[in-house]
Structure formats: C-alpha cells, structure tokens
C-alpha cells in the first residue's frame, strides 16, 4: 500500500531549505507542504499543517530545536520529527529522543539517505544514521544516566572548555584565565565560544545559571 506523507521544513539555512525540497519533490509520494526559519514560526506553521514529518534542524537563531521538539509535539502530537544535524555528539541524541524525536541525521548525509530517513519515520519507526548508530548503542551500553539535559550537554564539553567556562562564570577576565592555565588569550576566546556554542547558550548570565544549576561554581577548576 502506497502512502502519501506531507513535509515542514524548519531550518534557517535558505539553501539547504531549497536542497532539501527539491530532493523531496523526486518523490511522488512525499510533499512539502511548509517552511519555516525560526522556532516562532516553526510552531505556528507545524500547527497549522500538521505534517506527518517535521525536518527539524538543531541550530536554529531564537531556540535550539533540541528545545522545540516539545513545543512541536504539543501543537502536533502525530508528527514524526527527523533531526538534522552537522554534529554526531551523542548527547544531542539522547536529549532529542528524550525530548520526542524520532530520528536523527547528520546533513553530510542527505544527498544519499533522506529519503528513507524521511519514510522510516513517516512509518513510526525510529532513524538513526549508521555514523552515529555505534556511538549511540555504546552509549546505551554504559549506561551513562544524567540528571538533566544541562548536565548531559555540559558532559560534552572538553576539560579545556569546562575550565574556562567554569572561570568565566567566576567573573575572571580571558588574560587572568590565560594566565592560570598557560595558554593564549585567544584560545580563552577559542574555548569560551565552542562551549557556549555547544551549551546553546549565548550570555554570561546563562553560563552562570547553568554553572549554578549544576552546582559547580564552588568547583573551581583554575
């Protein structure tokens, strides 16, 4: 029996949207039937349409899609949520399926493997990309628990940049943390942004109530 499954699109990149709709247009079977950019319209267009697959993308400008998948689910609870990411950190994984997901895969992949992403999820079964599967099954294996997304994403940082966040949510300035554990200023600067990026946080204020939450102010590195 033949199917026919509707498509939003959420992603803020104009060219892989455009990509992405003209790999699914081959199909007879599949449609796009809405974008959207931000995670603002991305609720209100998934409401609206309620597709039968969501391509969501994890970097969105006002809120992480981690994060909308739940906003998402409330609006449509039927759709099926594809993750496309660039990353293969495993905690983004478990967060996205702790959170409703139902499939993940990575953009360097797309040209080969979106199409049956797209139809194994439309079917109710859950997709995860072959490079990240072993990651995650190990994962699984260790039995890794977290208290709380925060402390799953702060688990994903290097030593290097759990220091220097932990020292920047202390007030020190990129020379005082230099100084301390010998490297440039400039790497402080490499380090605080690649953290804060994978943190999706994006003020010291956030830092130090993450830092805070997870009770490692007084845990000082440096």
């Given amino acids: 029996m033949n199917y026919n499954y509707n498509i939003v699109i959420i992603d803020d ?12 247009e081959t199909q007879n079977d599949l449609h796009v039937v809405g974008e959207a950019n931000n995670g603002a319209s991305a609720v209100k267009i998934v409401q609206e349409k309620k597709p039968d697959v969501i391509l969501l993308d994890i970097s969105l400008p006002d809120i992480s899609g981690l994060d909308l998948i739940t906003k998402l689910k409330n609006v449509s609870p039927d759709s099926k949520i594809l993750i496309l990411t660039m990353h293969d950190n495993q905690c983004f994984l478990q967060i996205g399926f702790d959170n409703g997901a139902n499939g993940f895969l990575v953009k360097k992949a797309v040209d080969e493997d979106l199409i049956y992403a797209i139809k194994t999820v439309a079917r109710g079964e859950n997709y995860i990309h072959p490079s990240l599967l072993n990651k995650f099954i190990k994962r699984h294996e260790n039995k890794v628990n977290y208290d709380s997304n925060e402390e799953l994403l702060w688990s994903s940082l290097s030593a290097r940049e759990q220091e220097v966040l932990i020292g920047i949510a202390h007030g020190y300035s990129y020379k005082e943390i230099a100084k301390k554990i010998f490297i440039s200023e400039k790497t402080v600067a ?15 204020s956030e830092l130090t109530d993450m830092v805070l939450k997870l009770n490692l102010f007084f845990n000082e590195k440096l």
């Avoid at 990149?13 to 699914?24: A, D, F, P, T």
């Avoid at 490499?190 to 010291?204: A, C, D, F, N, Q």
């Fill in 13 to 24: 990149h104009k060219i892989l949207v455009s990509g992405l709709r003209l790999l699914i």
């Fill in 190 to 204: 490499t380090y605080r942004y690649r953290g804060m990026e994978k943190l999706y946080i994006k003020t010291k």
